[in-house]
T-cell receptor, first 114, second 108 residues
C-alpha cells in the first residue's frame, strides 16, 4: 500500500536556524497537509495545500512558516527562524480525490530546537 | 468553533474486558467524525469513520447527535489494542480537528 514518507525522522537544530521538513505524499493525491504535535498535547492543524496554493492555515502558521511543492512530488514545510516552542512532531498528510478517501499520514519528523 | 474533547488521557483495562473511549464534539454543522489510532512508533492510521458504520478490529462507534458524542467501543479488549486513540472532527478536504487523545493500555 502506498505511504506518505517524511524525512528526516528526527531533526535537531539550534534556535534561530532555518529548517526544512520534507514529505513525499502519495503520488495521485491532490490535497496536502501539515499537522504538529507538541509533546503531551493534541495533534494540531497547521496548513492545507491544494492546487499549488495554501487553502487554509491556522493561527500557528505565522510568517515564520511556509510550504512549497517545488517539484510535483515533494511537499516541504520551512520554518524560517526556529524557536524553542517549535519543538514538536510534525506530521505530513495527503488526501486523494476519490469519494470518502481517508487522510493518509506520514510517520512524522521529530523536531528538537535547542 | 469546532472542538473535540476526549476526557480520559489514560485508560487501562484488563484483557477481555469491554472498552469505551469517550469522545464529545462541538460543531454547528453536520459533523464528520473519525477515530485514528497510533500504535507504538507507528503513524496515525484511520481506524473508522462514522459514515462507514463499520466495525474495524472489533471496534465500533456510533454518532449520537443528541449527545454530540462519538464514543469508541469494543466488547472484549485484546493486548494488541494498546495504543493512542484520537477522535477527530472534519473530513473531506477540510482540516481535521483532533481531541487530546486517550492512551489505552490493555493489561494481561
Amino acid at each position: 500500500e502506498p505511504e506518505v514518507t517524511q524525512t528526516p525522522s528526527h531533526q535537531v537544530t539550534q534556535m534561530g536556524q532555518e529548517v526544512i521538513l520534507r514529505c513525499v505524499p502519495i503520488s495521485n493525491h491532490l490535497y496536502f497537509y501539515w499537522y504538529r504535535q507538541i509533546l503531551g498535547q493534541k495533534v494540531e492543524f497547521l496548513v492545507s495545500f491544494y492546487n499549488n496554493e495554501i487553502s487554509e492555515k491556522s493561527e500557528i502558521f505565522d510568517d515564520q512558516f511556509s510550504v512549497e511543492r517545488p517539484d510535483g512530488s515533494n511537499f516541504t514545510l520551512k520554518i524560517r527562524s526556529t524557536k524553542l516552542e517549535d519543538s514538536a512532531m510534525y506530521f505530513c498528510a495527503s488526501l486523494g480525490v476519490a469519494y470518502n478517501s481517508p487522510l493518509h499520514f506520514g510517520n512524522g519528523t521529530r523536531l528538537t530546537v535547542t | 468553533a469546532q472542538r473535540v474533547t476526549q476526557p480520559e488521557k489514560l485508560l487501562s483495562v484488563f484483557k477481555g474486558a469491554p472498552v469505551e473511549l469517550k469522545c464529545n464534539y462541538s460543531y454547528s454543522g453536520s459533523p464528520e467524525l473519525f477515530w485514528y489510532v497510533q500504535y507504538s512508533r507507528q503513524r496515525l492510521q484511520l481506524l473508522l469513520r462514522h459514515i462507514s458504520r463499520e466495525s474495524i478490529k472489533g471496534f465500533t462507534a456510533d454518532l449520537n447527535k443528541g449527545e454530540t458524542s462519538f464514543h469508541l467501543k469494543k466488547p472484549f479488549a485484546q493486548e494488541e489494542d494498546s495504543a493512542m486513540y484520537y477522535c477527530a472532527l472534519g473530513g473531506g478536504a477540510q482540516k481535521l480537528v483532533f481531541g487530546q487523545g486517550t492512551r489505552l493500555t490493555i493489561n494481561p
